[in-house]
Antibody
Framework: EVYLVETGGGLIQPGGSLRLSCAVS????????LSWVRQAPGKGLEWVSV???????FYSDSVKGRFTLSKDTSKNIVSLQMNNLRAEDTAMYYC???????????????WGQGTMVTVSA | DIQMTQSPSSVSASVGDRVTITCRAS??????LAWYQQKPGKAPNLLIY???TLQSGVPSRFSGGGSGTDFTLTITSLQPEDFAIYYC?????????FGGGTKVEI
């Protein structure tokens, strides 16, 4: 069975750091693209970051320079290191598999249940 | 960045109705468009990719169309379990972007 489990969320003060993890089961992170998508309370979906099979990473402008996405193929997990957190980073953070086709399109076809991050003093 | 605009933002419908949601991209994205359904307290669920290809396991009452900048998601004969928020998403270029969502409610 394929599933993703996110951990590491919590309450953190502005300027603080947090590390989210996504444990993958049913497939290997070594040959899949993995991504993070967040959703602020009552708001829509916002893509955050993706790590490709070849280890290239891409980030949204809102987190570039503050967040770092990495993967550990030995543990089959991906991690999102979040530094210098701001109130506007408050959201549910979802880990998702990002599937890309030769035709070019890319979709999030498997999602975790999410982990909540609250940035507040 | 490619902006994705959905309309309407909400729609009231009844069981058995046909519902069409529109998604417009700020520039051409070929058919690099997906649709997701999200129910309260749950993660999104992929419905359609490549603008019109149904994801495995998704009921055939869902269909997608369009290319370039204008896309549609149609639900024929709305079922009780279809009341949810629907999002479009483009993958033509980074940053990947979603539409603002359309709430389908009773």
């Amino acid at each position: 069975e394929v599933y993703l489990v996110e951990t590491g969320g919590g309450l953190i003060q502005p300027g603080g750091s947090l590390r989210l993890s996504c444990a993958v089961s049913g497939f290997n992170v070594s040959n899949n693209h993995l991504s993070w998508v967040r959703q602020a309370p009552g708001k829509g979906l916002e893509w955050v970051s993706v790590v490709y099979i070849d280890d290239r990473t891409f980030y949204s402008d809102s987190v570039k320079g503050r967040f770092t996405l990495s993967k550990d193929t030995s543990k089959n997990i991906v991690s999102l290191q979040m530094n210098n957190l701001r109130a506007e980073d408050t959201a549910m953070y979802y880990c998702a598999r990002y599937r890309r086709a030769a035709a070019g399109w890319g979709v999030f076809d498997v999602w975790g249940q999410g982990t909540m991050v609250t940035v507040s003093a | 960045d490619i902006q994705m605009t959905q309309s309407p933002s909400s729609v009231s419908a009844s069981v058995g109705d046909r519902v069409t949601i529109t998604c417009r991209a700020s520039q051409g994205i070929d058919t690099w468009l997906a649709w997701y359904q999200q129910k309260p307290g749950k993660a999104p669920n992929l419905l359609i990719y490549g603008a019109s290809t149904l994801q495995s396991g998704v009921p055939s009452r869902f269909s997608g169309g369009g290319s370039g900048t204008d896309f549609t998601l149609t639900i024929t004969s709305l079922q009780p379990e279809d009341f949810a928020i629907y999002y479009c998403q483009q993958s033509k270029s980074f940053p990947l972007t979603f539409g603002g969502g359309t709430k389908v409610e009773i």
